[in-house]
């Protein structure tokens, strides 16, 4: 324990001291399960925390060694976890297959990878840690459904009056044979080690005559069948070919399951870590490799530009020009990391960042527009002039000149919007002012958008872009 300590010392001084207090709580006291793929948005909702900060914290936790961080590949149907990386390096952007809902998807980062920290085995050991020990209901839990899935005592055991005919845990290189009577329902034998499953249409007259039907577990992937069987007895025969023990479960494919899996809860997004700025900051390791593509399918693009910068380094000089910049630089820096945004990179004066929601970015470009405001007035001068463009939509996220970049239409328009400016203005897309979020907050700020229409590169039609005046 006196090394934990000494590393939660080291976290309080890069982290909120009120969470590294509550982290050290949750390992020292905390059930097992719940130091396995902590959702961070429920840790921060029940400990009175900011979210932004309990990511942030959890990061640099992860850095000491506290936690191991996963990417996680979801199921957008039942919420299973389709694979697990260990780096994001990992991560491919072909389709990953769903046994129990008997589809394939590819993973977007959006909301079908999830982040989530398990305490390192070498701070404390839980049963996760070994998962081929964990009861077949708590692996479920604990390992096949992710942290997105919102159960609670009842709807979990619900699972085994309502939904489960039957589950079997088989030996590794082992057989196991059990015989069940089908009813007039349409029936899923899933297996979560191994991911494998067989769906059975049970309809017809009853039968008083037993079926068969063999099931074979190895780490082959093979698409989810379809058989037909008649209500009555049926024999089941599981062989197990793998090194692990599997756990083939009989599910009534009816309303009882899709309520229990349905019900969802906020979790933590790989998208959402790609535009943390502790992320971009301390794993730069563990960021795509140069031939990855991620697809994103909405992320919001804030680029700045400092206005007439080489005339105020000639009419300024460059010592008092330079520190003018720096100045800028600094606040702006502030700004995006504090409306839960991340600096994408620096382009002599300019600035790309990206966020989750368009709403933060507008946040973001009108506290900068102030803030260069103040440190005009501060200085006695008027050269800090900031054009600020905004836009939202899909993009790739792609590794360029050793950072993780992005690429797209997108990106573009939004570099060209902030180019419209010429003055210290704030121009947006169509995309971004009818978020229903911007929209509250402009009438909040009674700030009435001026339309115009704009032609910009490689766009073959004029663009309606929005002045925040």
């Known amino acids: 324990m006196s090394d934990l300590r000494n590393q939660l010392e080291t976290l309080k001084k890069t982290s909120d001291p009120l969470l590294v207090d509550a982290i050290g709580r949750l390992i020292t006291d905390g059930a097992d399960h719940e130091l396995n793929r902590i959702n961070l948005i429920d840790f921060a909702a029940s400990a009175g925390l900011d979210e932004e900060r309990v990511i942030s914290g959890f990061l640099q936790a992860a850095r000491l060694g506290l936690f191991d961080l996963t990417w996680n590949v979801l199921c957008p149907g039942c919420r299973g976890v389709l694979d697990t990386h260990d780096t994001l390096k990992s991560l491919r952007d072909d389709e990953y297959q769903c046994g129990l809902c008997g589809n394939g998807y590819r993973a977007s980062v959006d909301d079908q990878v999830e982040v989530a920290f398990t305490v390192s ?79 059975i249409d049970v309809q017809g007259e009853p039968t008083i005559a037993i079926q068969h039907l063999s099931l074979v577990y190895d780490h082959t992937h093979r698409p989810t069948e379809t058989i037909t069987l008649r209500p009555g007895p049926v024999h089941l025969s599981f062989d197990n070919q793998t090194e692990l023990r599997v756990l083939p479960s009989v599910f009534v ?92 990179k620096t382009i002599g004066d300019a600035v790309m960042a990206t966020f989750t929601r368009p709403e933060q970015a507008l946040a973001a470009g009108l506290r900068m527009r102030t803030a260069m405001e103040r440190l005009n007035e501060a200085r006695g001068t008027t050269d800090l002039v900031v054009k600020i463009g905004i836009h939202e939509g899909p993009c790739l996220a792609v590794m360029l000149n050793d950072r993780q970049d992005y690429f797209g239409q997108t990106v573009n328009i939004a570099a060209q919007v902030q180019g419209l400016a010429n003055s210290q203005a704030i121009h947006v897309t169509g995309p971004v002012i009818s978020a229903h979020a911007v929209e509250a907050m402009l009438r909040q700020a009674h700030i009435t958008p001026i339309q115009k229409h704009a032609a910009l590169r490689g766009i073959a039609d004029k663009v309606v872009v929005y002045e925040i005046p």
């Open 121 to 199: 085995p070498r701070v404390r050991r839980i049963a996760a840690h070994d998962p081929n020990t964990l009861p077949v209901w708590e692996y479920f839990r604990q390992v096949f459904w992710s942290s997105g899935v919102d159960f609670d005592a009842t709807s979990f055991a619900a699972l085994s009056d309502e939904i489960v005919l039957d589950t079997r845990d088989v030996a590794p290189f082992r057989k196991l044979d059990t015989t069940l009577r089908l009813p007039s329902q349409f029936l899923i034998v899933f297996e979560p080690v191994t991911h494998a499953a067989q769906f």
């Open 253 to 344: 494919a009816a309303d009882a399951l899709h309520h229990l899996i349905g019900q969802r809860k906020p979790f933590l997004t790989a998208k959402r870590i790609l535009t943390n700025q502790t992320f971009r900051d301390v794993f730069k390791a563990d960021n795509l490799t140069i031939d990855q593509r991620l697809k994103i399918t909405s992320l919001t693009f804030l680029f700045t530009d400092l206005k007439g910068s080489t005339a105020l380094y000639e009419r300024v000089g460059d010592l008092a020009a330079f520190d003018l910049v720096r100045a800028h630089f600094q606040a702006l820096l502030e700004i995006i990391s504090s409306e839960a945004g991340a600096v994408v």
